[in-house]
């Protein structure tokens, strides 16, 4: 069985500062380990994401994220917010056996001016 | 990159009518399409996982008379909705697998925003 948690259900950022959204995950199976970005009434836009290999992973718009096992963290970083970067995030999980993803519960990013 | 398409976004009905929700891959084959359900300010819940040609695999609590999924080709899914009340109100969004792709690989659809009156 799989579980996301995000801790904080909002994040308010400075334009310009770091941006950090916490996620932890429990996995029976190796993990394969998902952010996305939703944007209001739209669908899901993926990130980034781990399966093997380099556990600090790069994705679009200058996120990237790293994968701690001893932590068993994934948390999403990114240097500079920037104000289009504000929107819904969710961490995911998806092990081998099981081909659906589960979703946390989504962290809100504000970016003030 | 791969498209799915929503239709329609958004729909508004009487309670006790049934409403049909399309999921379509735009270019690619997807033999796995799964439909998922939002809740407002709350995470994304998986419902079912639908295999094209086959009967759709509900998560536990889902009721399948009352949400029924159809994919009867590789490029489209349906989720109906029969007798809607007003609790079935919700963002439902689908996701498409190729069949081509990596496991891992979803492909999420825009979304429909279902209001029951």
């Known amino acids: 069985a799989q579980s996301v948690t995000q801790l904080g259900s909002h994040v308010s950022v400075s334009e310009g500062a770091l941006v950090l959204l916490r996620c932890n995950y429990s996995s029976s199976v190796p993990p394969y380990l998902f952010w996305y970005v939703q944007y209001p009434n739209q669908g899901l836009q993926l990130l980034l994401k781990?399966?093997?290999?380099?556990?600090l992973v790069k994705g679009i718009n200058g996120f990237e994220a790293e994968f701690k096992k001893s932590e068993t963290s994934f948390h999403l970083t990114k240097p500079s917010a920037h104000m289009s970067d504000a929107a819904e995030y969710f961490c995911?999980?998806?092990?081998?056996?099981?081909?659906?993803?589960?979703f946390g519960s989504g962290t809100r990013l504000q970016v003030q001016p | 990159g791969a498209v799915v398409s929503q239709h329609p976004s958004r729909v508004i009905c009487k309670s006790g009518t049934s409403v049909k929700i399309e999921c379509r891959s735009l270019?690619?084959?997807?033999?796995?399409m799964f439909w998922y359900r939002q809740f407002p300010k709350k995470s994304l819940m998986l419902m079912a996982t639908s295999n094209e040609g086959s009967k759709a695999t509900y998560e536990q609590g889902v009721e399948k008379d009352k949400f029924l999924i159809n994919h009867a080709s590789l490029t489209l899914s349906t989720l109906t909705v029969t007798s809607a009340h007003p609790e079935d109100s919700s963002f439902y969004i689908c996701?498409?697998?190729?069949?081509?792709?990596?496991?891992?690989?979803?492909?999420f659809g825009p979304g429909t925003r279902l209001l029951v009156l």
């Open positions: 996701s498409a697998r190729e069949a081509s792709g990596r496991w891992e690989t979803q492909y």
């Open positions: 781990y399966t093997t290999g380099a556990t």
């Open positions: 995911a999980v998806s092990g081998t056996g099981r081909r659906a993803l589960t």
């Open positions: 270019d690619f084959q997807a033999t796995t």
